[in-house]
């Protein structure tokens, strides 16, 4: 999650926030890893349903699903996001463990969203979106 996040920072996670209201895009998000490894991820809102994501070799472009526009030239592929479910990303890397492996998730399916780094020392503050 670099440069956001770095490995070994310490967390502080909100587990009501997303009782109180819809998640939304940009957010740092906490999920259980899909295929059920039992470590949390920690990944980037990159979109919520309904919409549609198109994959490209920056990252993502994220349209309406009532976008007639053609997916933009580069993109790798293209997947609909269904209402109550979000489309979650690793920033900095291609390679990361997010939804381009294991597709859009459930809202219900976060766990929380991380607000506040407390360590390390030099580094603790808020987390902004």
Known sequence: MAPTLRPGDRL??????LRRRAPVRGE???????????????????AV????????RAGVDVREPND??????DAIESTLVPAGS????SEGTATGRDSRSFGPVATGAL??????????????GPISP
Do not use: E, F, M, Q
Not at 12 to 17: F, H, I, K, T
Not at 49 to 56: E, I, L, N, Q, T
Not at 111 to 124: D, F, Q, S, V
């Open 86 to 89: 979000v489309y979650l990303i």
């Open 12 to 17: 502080l996670v909100d587990a009501r926030a």
């Open 68 to 73: 007639v526009r053609p997916p933009p030239p």
């Open 28 to 46: 740092i998000a906490v999920v259980a890893d899909p295929n059920g490894s039992g470590r949390w991820l920690v990944k980037r809102i990159a």
């Open 111 to 124: 766990i929380g969203l991380a607000w506040w780094r407390y360590a390390p020392t030099g580094r603790t």
């Open 49 to 56: 349903g309904p919409s549609v994501v198109h994959v490209v």
